[in-house]
């Protein structure tokens, strides 16, 4: 309280520019993303889907940990990006940044036309509503066999290289660069979004949907905007899964793979840009490990973590790194 | 005398309870009104029905010459009236600047960019900073809510309010719950607002009532009892009846 106006701690603009500067931590991060390049070259096609996967836990952290949306379906945006470009190439169009694009739109279109339930409800009806909209689509692609190969998968999905010249090899050298390159640059994106004005917005939403129309705000149409984003995020992982592994399994679309990606999230801290990522890489880490001691219980292990996690850690484990960091500094 | 805000036959019932039964209020441009009662008389329906959270069953109600009867909240806040909340209804881990930021971005259609980051919004910023300093809020303005003292979230109500530029401001027991010497201070700040702003308040602390307001308003059970200058209200033999009658009982 002893604090005067001229003190660095209230200046409204050096505040708010410290908030959105990169931290150390931040790029020891992404640097440490091509670490498996040099360590574990045996595992990259395992990276490449961390990263797809870690792609996908940012776009639900944009609307369950950003505007509070909790989402159980979001699944139905990935599968949809996934079958959309799986079918384009199908159809002779495999080039794939392109292909990128399709899914994108067509994961972006469905969730705009979704939006409009999405605004008008929230908790538990939020919660059933997007799961039941994840079980139809998923009934919907099983039934159409002519479209998508229902349970057979689909077939015939030819990627062509990158930029017409680099190649997608059996090593995952490529798919893992290539994942690795769209994640980084969608996380730009979701991370220049999160520190903007609508970033602000969404916090609010969260934080209290009671007083956002008291201040003028249009929160039904805040909302409507972060759905479609974040489905056509979710539409890009979708089509680079396809695109990385040249099939599409019915399993993109189904309840597991919404459930997952909210437990990743809530592992590594939602809210936070960087918990889904965490999380996922921690989630797909522990799944191909305790897979291989016993291939049928490892998820005996995922539910031990989770609950150790939420009961001890209510922000997931980089919340809690974070507190920790912070009491570090002050002691 | 131009009317910042009026309502015409406002009718609000729950079921067989009447909250609301032929309100007609006329708060002119500038002016400062509490509006007063005992408890569940129905001061706090009355502002969420003017301010658009509950529906009224019958009647109207005018922002100026303009018919807002039937528009959603935010939309009217829009518009220029604007309330707080009787119970702190903040953002608790925002900081005060972020919140205010938020709301006047709001206002200027800004709030919708998401490509730009909030520190290339210098002007809201300054601006949001400047009311936070006209509240003696600047010195913890980068400080989350959560963690800003009881009077001074009462103070944030206010500032979250200003943000959005009113035309017309309700408050809703603004000092609600903020000890004497405090409750002053917080009606002095009311005070010295713009006298473009109406004001309408509710208010308990009747030594307040008088001091700054220039009408008052007495409902009882729902209805308006009686209107007039606070010389007027305080020798009226109704008002002494029921209101402080009821107010020793407790």
């Known amino acids: ?331 | 005398m131009t009317l910042a805000l009026s309502t015409q036959g406002v009718d609000k019932s729950f079921g067989s309870l009447v909250v609301a039964r032929d309100i007609a209020i006329s708060l002119p441009q500038g002016e400062r009104y509490a509006l007063i009662g005992p408890n569940g008389a129905g001061k706090t329906t009355l502002i969420n029905l003017m301010t658009g959270m509950l529906r009224p069953d019958g009647g109207r109600i005018f922002l100026g010459d303009e018919d807002i009867t039937a528009l959603p909240p935010a939309e009217r806040v829009r518009l220029g009236l604007v309330r707080t909340f009787q119970i702190n209804t903040l953002f608790p881990q925002l900081t005060a600047l972020e919140s205010v930021t938020l709301a006047v971005c709001e206002r200027i259609g800004q709030a919708g960019v998401w490509w730009r980051g909030l520190p290339s919004e210098r002007a809201a910023v300054d601006e949001a900073y400047e009311i936070l300093k006209s509240l003696r809020l600047a010195a913890v303005c980068n400080r989350p809510t959560r963690e800003l003292a009881y009077g001074q979230q009462r103070l944030l109500e206010i500032a979250l309010a200003l943000a959005t530029r009113p035309k017309v401001l309700l408050l809703d027991e603004p000092a609600a719950g903020v000890p004497k010497d405090e409750s002053t201070e917080l009606f002095n700040a009311i005070a010295g607002l713009s006298k473009d702003i109406a004001i309408l308040f509710i208010e308990n602390d009747m030594n307040v009532v008088f001091r700054f307001a220039s009408r008052i308003i007495v409902m009882v059970g729902g209805r308006i009892l009686v209107e007039g200058t606070p010389a007027e209200i305080s020798s009226d033999p109704r008002v002494r009846e029921v209101y402080l009658g009821k107010a020793h009982h407790g």
């Open chain 1, 1 to 331: 309280m002893a604090m005067t106006a001229s003190t660095p701690s209230t200046d409204p603009h050096a505040w708010l520019r410290r908030q959105t500067r990169w931290h150390p931590v931040e790029i020891a991060f992404w640097l440490a993303t091509l670490l498996p390049f040099f360590l574990f070259p045996n595992y990259l096609v395992l990276a490449s889907q961390i990263a797809i996967t870690a792609l996908f836990a940012l776009s639900l952290d944009l609307i369950l940990g950003y505007a509070g949306i909790v989402s159980l379906g979001h699944a139905a945006f990935f599968g949809l990006g996934a079958y959309a470009s799986g079918i384009l190439s199908k159809h002779g169009w495999g080039e794939p940044l392109t292909g990128l694009l399709f899914g994108a739109a067509v994961a972006g279109i469905v969730g705009y036309a979704t939006s409009f339930i999405i605004a008008r409800f929230r908790h538990l009806t939020l919660i059933m509503l997007t799961l039941g909209f994840g079980l139809l689509l998923f009934e919907l692609a099983n039934k159409a066999h002519w479209l998508t190969g229902g349970a057979d998968g689909l077939q015939g999905v030819k990627i062509w290289p990158i930029f017409g010249r680099i190649q997608f090899d059996l090593w995952g050298y490529t798919a893992y660069s290539y994942a690795l390159i769209v994640l980084f640059v969608l996380f730009l994106v979701c991370r220049r979004l999160i520190h903007s004005p609508f970033g602000l917005a969404l916090r609010g939403i969260r934080e209290n949907s009671v007083r956002m129309p008291a201040i003028g705000a249009p929160s039904a149409a805040h909302i409507r905007k972060i759905y479609t984003i974040s489905a056509a995020i979710a539409g890009v992982a979708g089509a680079l899964l396809t695109q990385t592994t040249e099939t599409v399994a019915l399993e993109v679309l189904s309840f597991a793979r919404s459930a997952d990606t909210a437990v990743m999230l809530v592992l590594g801290g939602a809210g936070m840009l960087y918990g889904g990522l965490i999380g996922s890489i921690i989630f797909m880490i522990a799944r191909d490990q305790f897979s291989g001691i016993a291939p049928q219980y490892w998820y005996f292990w995922i539910g031990i973590l989770l609950i150790v996690v939420v009961m001890f850690l209510p922000n997931g484990i980089l919340g809690g790194l974070s507190t920790l960091l912070a009491r570090w500094r002050k002691p």
